[in-house]
């Protein structure tokens, strides 16, 4: 297993960088799908447990092929207080956490996925190899521990809502949060109230739906944090690119269709120059 994969996958967005990434839902094959996303070109896999079934032992499964194939595996858990702790120590390397409205909220996140001094995470060190990835905690400092596993830990709570988008410039500040990623459909939802007879597609491009988007932009790009999108095509996400977006969420994988995802991430990359 190679060492601070997530890391690398840190400074690169760190220097500003595009990076891509998808959820995986139920029904997949874990070793052929992380394979074909890796050969994609995909920087990061992301299990979705928000709004779909994936269960443990499969999780299990998606991080140790992760690890072989150096690849950083985030998740959308359940809940914005669910007990994600149990896949953290598993080997996730992050979350793209749903259902922040406040600081405090973000900040419970900090708590529970950082070791102090920047949270108080509790310690689970041993009982996965991935953790570590591969690496002996017997024959290291816990100093050393904790600070691999800080490192390797990247947090987005996302922003859905109006109330997360004025709380945004804080929740972007605390120390541990890597950025936002903006859950496109649930932002729609909560600008309108009910739901617009328009279609979904229609409804992330509408006039008030985009200028809270730039908005998100903005905020991000003030803090030093980065800005991630999905829930548009290619070309609408390419658009995103030249508001300060950097990365970007590109589908989803279900019943083994990655394939579909090959020639969105190739439209993508065109688009961009890349």
Known sequence: ????????????????????GQTIGPGND???????????GFDFIMIENEHSLVNKET????????????????????EKDANYRCFMDAGVNGLMLPGINTVEDALFAVEQCYFPPMGHRGTGVGLSPYLMDGQNPAEMLLS?????????VVLFPMTEN???????????????????IVGTNDLVL????????????ETASAPPVEEKLR???RISQKAK?????????????????????????????????????????????????L
Not at 1 to 20: E, R
Not at 70 to 77: A, H, K, N
Not at 144 to 152: A, H, K, L, S, T
Not at 162 to 180: D, F, Y
């Open 144 to 152: 050393d521990i904790c600070e691999y596993v800080n490192n390797n």
């Open 30 to 40: 874990p070793e052929k799908t992380a394979q074909a996303l890796k050969d994609y």
């Open 59 to 78: 999780v299990y499964e998606y991080i140790r092929v992760s690890r072989k194939l150096e690849l950083p595996i985030l998740m959308r858990p359940e």
């Open 215 to 217: 908005e998100i932009g």
């Open 1 to 20: 297993m190679a060492l601070n994969a997530t890391v690398n996958l840190k400074k690169k967005m760190q220097a500003g960088k595009i990076v891509f």
């Open 190 to 201: 909560d600008i309108y109230g009910t739901p617009p007879k328009m279609l979904r597609s």
């Open 162 to 180: 109006l109330q997360c988008i004025n709380n945004l410039h804080r929740i972007l500040s605390l120390e541990g949060v890597a950025g936002t």
């Open 225 to 273: 944090k980065v800005a991630g999108i999905g829930g548009f095509a290619p070309k609408g996400l390419a658009k995103w690119a030249k508001e300060g977006y950097q990365l970007f969420m590109l589908g989803n994988v279900m019943d083994n269709n990655y394939e579909r995802l090959k020639s969105n991430i190739d439209e993508m990359k065109s688009l961009l120059g």
